[in-house]
């Protein structure tokens, strides 16, 4: 067995450290206590911060000094629209010293006669290494004050909070029904994608068997669909790279699709595309040329001619419009932020979304997600183990701006963008 990596959880609420392990074991990681370092230690840093990160970060500080190991910190609490988002960061101290319910008592008291009943709870992690390194993640789940106390299960202010996606209060939820929606699955998810861009090695992987398929299998699709499965792989395609062609001959292989619509964005999809790249018209040549020759492949212009900006969800609708069952392709990366993404409402409940994993270690990770969409909004998802080719097309246009890129680029693109003089300048 390989080695887990452990955290040192600065906490003392039983609650939220049941909770951690659960989030974190399909991950490999183990949680310590400060009490097994020391057992005299009366673990209780003062946390003075104003926000919850500073908290998070006083009490990771204070594990790391007393430990001397990655720490892990997690500040929480309740914030209520109608109370000014009170008991926000005073959420454990709130009415002084009561128990957990005399704070909920509490707060009903306080909600009397309030229309809005809007809240949401935040979790914000922090996360410290001996060598200063420091990711912090926040995750909130939104939900309602209830009229009275609900349930048993959880621990705080579950009880008069209700989670509408599911109708019952947090209470009444399973550990593992609360561990797929709550403020503090959602933060896990996030840090742990975070370490997985900036430090990988040190991160928690998800132990290998946990890969695969999640949802469905990719073969359930190829028997015998009702309708035919059409996979859309979208981007800015600036340009098209041996890696995407790669991954979309994967996805097509692996998901039995009976059509894969490449779709070439007229903008980036989150961001700017880089001052000097190439308009949308060629890049949809370079994608025709890189896309078009694969089997079941068809490259489409209908993002690049629309007028108005275009979303996932409009690309979705269009082709559902055009019949079959659209199969979202992301990279793992992409698939992991699908929740911020517009007007998710619309579309996860009624697409497919196939991830492509970098390898099988990723596989906790993206299981843990998967989980949520699929319990927030019924998604199915499809795993592709994909190994992609290393290389970006920012790293390509760098490369393309000083005479080279050649091997990563299908030879056509290439002949296109050296014939058009395309990616010229120095990037
Ligand atoms: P540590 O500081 O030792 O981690 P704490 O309980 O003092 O534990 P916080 O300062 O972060 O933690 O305060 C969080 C409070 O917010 C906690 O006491 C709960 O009342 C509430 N809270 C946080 N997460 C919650 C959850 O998932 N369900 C219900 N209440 C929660």
Request: aromatic share 12%; net charge negative.
């Given at each position: 067995m390989r080695d887990a990596p452990a955290f040192v959880l600065a906490t003392n609420n039983a609650g939220k450290r049941r909770e951690m392990e659960a989030l974190l074991a399909p991950w490999g990681v183990t949680l310590r206590l400060p009490s097994d370092f020391d057992?005299?230690?009366?673990?209780?840093?003062?946390?003075?911060?104003?926000k919850f990160l500073d908290n998070a970060r006083i009490k990771a500080k204070a594990a790391l000094a007393l430990t001397g190991l990655p720490s892990l910190a997690d500040d929480s609490g309740l914030e209520v629209d109608a109370l000014g988002?009170?008991?926000?960061?005073?959420s454990a101290r709130y009415g002084g010293d009561l128990s957990p319910a005399g704070r909920n008592a509490l707060l009903l008291r306080e909600m009397e006669?309030?229309?809005?009943?809007a809240a949401r709870f935040v979790c914000v992690l922090c996360c410290l290494f001996p060598d200063g390194r420091e990711v912090v993640a926040e995750g909130t789940c939104r939900g309602e004050i209830l009229m009275s106390p609900r349930g048993?299960?959880?621990?705080?202010?579950d009880p008069v909070f209700y989670v509408p996606s599911l109708g019952r209060a947090m209470a009444e939820l399973s550990d593992g029904e609360k561990n797929r929606i709550s403020h503090r699955a959602k933060a896990v998810a996030s840090l742990m994608q975070k370490m997985s861009k900036t430090n990988g090695s040190q991160a928690g992987k998800p132990p290998e068997g946990h890969v695969g398929n999640i949802g469905?299998?990719?073969?359930?699709?190829?028997?015998?669909?009702?309708q035919s499965l059409v996979g859309f792989f979208g981007g800015?395609?600036?340009?098209?790279h041996n890696g995407h062609v790669s991954a979309a001959l994967r996805a097509i292989d692996a998901l039995g699709l009976d059509k894969l619509v490449v779709m070439t964005a007229r903008e980036a999809p989150h961001k700017q595309l880089p001052p000097g790249s190439p308009p949308p018209e060629h890049r949809l040549a370079m994608a025709r040329l890189a896309?078009?020759?694969?089997?079941r492949c068809e490259v489409s212009d209908w993002e690049i001619r629309r007028a108005a900006p275009t979303y996932t969800v409009d690309t979705l609708a269009h082709l559902r419009a055009g019949g079959g069952i659209p199969v979202l392709v992301v990279g793992s990366d992409m698939f992991l932020t699908?929740?911020?993404?517009?007007r998710t409402d619309e579309f996860l409940p009624v697409t497919r979304v196939a991830v492509l994993l970098r390898?099988?270690?990723?596989g906790g990770h993206v299981r843990h997600y998967a989980s949520f969409l699929s319990e927030r909004y019924g998604t199915d998802v499809d795993c592709v183990v994909h190994t992609p080719v290393v290389i970006s097309s920012t790293q390509l246009r760098a490369a393309l701006g000083t005479g080279g890129g050649r091997d990563h680029l299908p030879a056509a693109v290439y002949e296109y963008i050296v014939a058009n003089g395309l990616y010229r300048r120095p990037w």
């Open positions: 057992s005299g230690v009366d673990f209780a840093p003062e946390e003075t911060g104003a988002g009170a008991p926000g960061v005073f006669g309030k229309e809005n009943r048993s299960g959880g621990f705080g202010y469905k299998t990719p073969e359930s699709h190829v028997g015998k669909p009702p800015s395609f600036n340009p098209p896309f078009e020759h694969l089997p699908l929740h911020e993404w517009k390898d099988a270690l990723q």
